[in-house]
């Protein structure tokens, strides 16, 4: 996942382990085991 600002990148990398348990409780096989978040400059 890719932000603009690396503020965001920052809060969703705390928010990771909430984030992860939720989507693996929505999607039917699960199996998600990290997210990763960089921010990118915008264009």
């Known amino acids: 996942m890719s932000c603009a600002a690396a503020?965001?990148?920052q809060e969703l990398d705390?928010?990771?382990p909430?984030?992860?348990e939720r989507l693996n409780q929505a999607?039917?096989?699960?199996g998600i085991d990290r997210l990763r978040c960089v921010a990118?400059?915008?264009t």
């Open 18 to 20: 909430t984030i992860l």
């Open 27 to 30: 999607l039917p096989n699960g």
């Open 14 to 16: 705390l928010m990771g």
């Open 40 to 42: 990118v400059p915008a």
């Open 7 to 9: 503020v965001w990148a």
